[in-house]
């Protein structure tokens, strides 16, 4: 019986080092680890759910992130927005629920769409981003900031420093602002 217990323990740990060999350890850091933003005030909770790309070295803008292209905002699953009470978004309403967040951007400014379906993933197997439009809420077109430094890995925050709520979104030696109130 401790012959057999020994045998399956040794075929287990050959199965869990030859998976963690092959799929790149079971320990190391994910290349785009998930990140969950919240914030809370008064009555109003908000929530974005995201996967963040590193720079690692690389162009982003314009050639890893097409311009002109629909991007998932970030990697693996879709991006997600919730809300817990209506916003105004530019000169959308975004009633109360959970959205997939997309960007458009380009050198000068992104569009943001904030979209009412929800995808498992982010893109489909072509790597062709899997927003439908005909479900877009709100849209917002943000200006790009160019940043002196650059930020290595995508991130998404809320300010809400000036009494002015906004959504920010950074990476590469860009930055946008969307308003919220």
Known sequence: ??????????????????????????????????????????DIELEVFYNRPSKRNREIFG?????????RTGANEATTFETNTALKVGNDSLPAGKYTLWTIPNDTAW???????????????????????A??????????QKLENPVE???IAFDNSTDNLSLTMAWDYSKIVVPLK
């Not at 850091?29 to 005030?41: A, H, Q, Y």
């Not at 569009?111 to 439009?133: H, L």
């Open 135 to 144: 479900f877009d809420v709100a849209t917002y077109v943000a200006p790009v």
């Open 153 to 155: 890995l995508f991130t």
């Open 1 to 42: 019986m401790l012959k057999r217990l020994i045998i399956l323990l040794i075929i287990v740990a050959i199965g869990v080092f030859g998976y963690s060999h092959f799929a790149g350890g079971l320990f190391s850091k994910p290349l785009s680890p998930e990140k969950t933003v919240v914030f809370e005030v008064d």
């Open 63 to 71: 050639a890893l992130v097409p311009y002109n292209k629909v991007w």
């Open 111 to 133: 569009n943001v769409m904030f979209n009412s379906k929800q995808y498992k993933w982010g893109v489909d197997e072509t790597m062709k981003a899997m927003r439908d439009p």
